[in-house]
């Protein structure tokens, strides 16, 4: 019975030729082939990482030395605004002292000139007298 | 005859550019003495004082005058309106140690038209000469000049600009300003 039932497995799972031309129609049914898709990868070759750790660290600094060099700059704005103020201060009232001069000048001038043309009166005798 | 009249055209351009700037020239030279260096003077001399703000300057001395001060606030009103004040003084220690030609070409420029002496004196005795010029334009006085010399001193002022006699008059009993009997020309037509 059981021989019967091996026989009959035997046979049925003997090893059978492919019909003719199964191969062609397989590879015909099939779908065409995709292109394989390009995948670029985003991480950099391990060469290039040092340089970006280095770049990290510039960008502050850079922002520092612009935030230390506007501050000098408005220190150095500040510093020459108030040498141009005191000095023309300075000048202006240099210039004031000269014109008030000037004016002292210009009345004992003016003085001398109304000595001359209105001479004090002559001292009366009684004026002599005291 | 177009090459003419771009010529013309060129011409009438440059006149009007330059008339504004040539008549503010003359203004300013109108009352303006030309002053000698003095400078063998000034090394002679033991005092001296030049004072030569011109209107630049003397806008800046005017507005540095503190009002708070009398003298001070009638030198304000007085300088506002004036374009240059020119002072030269020298104090000698011998008489007549300074050329008097110097001080003949100063009062030679005087006898230009506009120029009135208002003041002349001349003591033989005291050997002082003073004289006070003002120059009169269109009833307003725009320059006053005084020339002073003594034996051991002598003193030129130039004051230019409109002077305005009132605020002159202002000026008495501050820097010793006497009344020079200078009257202002305004006066007569406020009495109408």
């Known amino acids: ?130 | 005859m177009k090459r003419i009249l771009n010529i013309h055209v060129a011409l009438l351009a440059t006149v009007l550019v330059t008339a504004p700037a040539f008549a503010q020239s003359v203004a300013l030279q109108r009352g303006l003495l030309r002053l000698p260096e003095f400078a063998r003077v000034a090394d002679k001399a033991s005092e001296t004082v030049n004072v030569t703000p011109g209107s630049k300057l003397l806008g800046i001395a005017c507005r540095f005058l503190d009002t708070n001060d009398p003298e001070e606030a009638d030198a304000k009103k007085l300088c506002t309106s004036l374009r240059g004040v020119f002072v030269r003084s020298f104090k000698f220690d011998e008489d007549f140690a300074y050329p008097k030609s110097d001080i003949d070409s100063v009062r030679r420029q005087l006898s230009a038209p506009g120029w009135s002496r208002i003041v002349e004196s001349r003591s033989k005795k005291e050997h002082t000469d003073v004289d006070v010029f003002v120059l009169i334009e269109n009833d307003k006085a725009m320059g006053l000049a005084i020339i002073a010399n003594q034996p051991r001193e002598f003193t030129i002022v130039n004051i230019v600009g409109a002077i305005d006699l009132e605020n002159l008059h202002d000026l008495e009993g501050k820097f010793g300003v006497p009344n020079l009997g200078i009257e202002s020309a305004k006066k007569p037509a406020e009495k109408k």
Do not use: C
Not at chain 1, 85 to 104: F, H, I, K, P, Y
């Open chain 1, 1 to 130: 019975m059981t021989e019967d039932l091996e026989n009959r497995m035997r046979r049925a799972m003997r090893k059978v030729d492919a019909p003719e031309g199964l191969a062609d129609r397989i590879l015909a049914a099939l779908p065409p082939r995709a292109a394989p898709a390009i995948v670029t990868t985003l991480v950099p070759p391990p060469a290039a990482r040092p340089a970006r750790s280095g770049w990290r660290h510039a960008m502050p600094a850079a922002l520092a030395a612009s935030f230390v060099g506007a501050i000098l700059l408005g220190v150095f704005a500040a510093d020459q605004r108030d040498r141009i103020v005191a000095a023309r201060d300075a000048e202006g009232e240099a210039a004031s002292r000269a014109l008030m001069d000037a004016l002292r000048v210009t009345s004992q001038k003016l003085d001398l000139a109304y000595q001359a043309v209105n001479p004090p009166p002559p001292a009366t005798d009684e004026e002599n007298r005291t």
